[in-house]
Every structure is written in C-alpha cells, then in structure tokens.
C-alpha cells in the first residue's frame, strides 16, 4: 500500500462546484503539504501544515483551502472550481526539517 | 523571491551515454538542493541531495555537483539506462520560518533511446 494516499486520483467537475481532494499518509510524518503542477511550471506549493493547529498560504493560495482533520490527513477544497484549476494535484509528507517531501500519486483535476 | 531555472528542458541521449542537467537559483540563503525524479504517472521522488558545506555527491550513477558562488547545481547521470526516462525536478531550498521552502524549476524530460 502507497505511504501517501490521495483520493480522487482523477475527477472532472463543471465550473462553480465545490471540490475536496483528499490525502492520507501512513509515514507517521508532522508536515504536509499541497502542490499543484501544470505543463512547464513544475510544482507550485498551495499550502502547508506543520501539524494540526498550524495551516500556512503557500505562493497560489487564492481559491483553495485546507483542513488539517488530523495529523494524517490533509485536504484541499476548492469552493467554487473554474477552468483554470485543471490541474494535476500533489499531496506530500515530510518529518520535521528533514527537507525529504514524499509525494502522493496524484489527483487528476479538470473543471469545464 | 527565488528564481530557479533548469536547462535544458528537454534531454534526449542514447542508451549508455551521459546526462547533464544544471539548475541555477537566485537565493543565496539556500542551503539545501535536491533533485527528484518523476515517472509517468507518479509523484515525484528524491534521488540525490546536497547541502550548502558538500560540494559533490554521488550515488551510483548518479551525482549532484554545487557552485554556491555561481549559484548553481547539476545532476549529473551516467552509463544512462531506459530506465532513467523521466522528468526531473531540481528544488533549492533554505529553512524559513521553520519550514524547509523548496522552490521547483519547471523540469528537464529526459528521453534514453536504446
């Protein structure tokens, strides 16, 4: 079983639904976090949590959120999708200020 | 804030020959440089670190060399396999806040023809 889990791993919406992707991780690690990736633009982070009392804006916070429901697990919801949050989604893990992020599968996200 | 580049960003060599990919950053405060691999269709994976007192480290086949004054960091593959067809990433980094913020560049796709 995969260390980091992350649900949907692909999903079409309309523009104005609510979306929650979801991540689970067995690694037992403090920080998690979430990365979007777009052709040519590599991985940008959305946000990060150091544990489940500290959520930190990541640099393309805007239109997203986090829930940190335990140290676990972390989602991110996007309340009302538009088109150009078709992207592919990345949930990573890391303990303490190892620098090591370990990466989910992936959600593959498209609005229309 | 930081700007990271990579080059080049597409790569195509023959099966046993070599692979060179330079990442170059414009923080100075970064102390940490890795590079992770993506496959299709996975997340991406750290094969190979360096931090800020090392200047070369090398695993197997692999090694990451660091120009800190130049600011910049390559990674270096050889007898390249089929196998290593991927995307890789380079991520500078320093700790901020508590928090180790790596920047990605925009990934070098590496294609091994046999």
């Known amino acids: 079983d995969a260390d980091v889990t992350q649900t949907p791993r692909n999903r079409i919406t309309k523009t104005g639904k609510r979306i929650m992707l979801e991540c689970s991780q067995t690694?037992?690690?403090?920080?998690m976090y979430w990365y979007r990736q777009d052709p040519g633009l590599g991985l940008r982070l959305i946000y990060y949590s150091f544990d489940v009392k500290d959520i930190n804006k990541g640099e393309i916070s805007d239109g997203y959120s986090v829930s940190r429901q335990a140290q676990a697990k972390f989602s991110l919801s996007l309340e009302s999708a538009i088109p150009n949050q078709t992207a592919l989604y990345f949930c990573?893990?890391?303990?303490?200020?190892?620098?090591?992020?370990?990466f989910g599968e992936g959600s593959r996200l498209t609005v229309l | 804030g930081e700007n990271v580049e990579q080059h080049p960003s597409t790569l195509s060599v023959q099966e046993g020959d070599s692979a060179v990919i330079k990442c170059t950053y414009s923080d100075s405060a970064s102390n940490y440089f890795p590079w992770y691999k993506q496959e299709l269709g996975k997340g991406p994976q750290l094969i190979i670190d360096?931090?800020?007192?090392?200047g070369e480290k090398k695993d197997q086949r692999i090694a990451v060399t660091l120009n800190k004054t130049a600011k910049h960091f390559s990674l270096h593959i050889t007898e390249t396999q089929p196998e290593d067809s991927a995307v890789y990433f380079c991520a500078p980094s320093k700790f901020s806040g508590g928090y180790n913020k790596l920047i990605f560049g925009a990934g070098t796709r590496l294609a091994v023809h046999p």
């Open positions: 360096i931090r800020s007192n090392v």
């Open positions: 690694k037992g690690h403090d920080r």
């Open positions: 990573a893990t890391a303990q303490g200020t190892s620098g090591e992020l370990f």
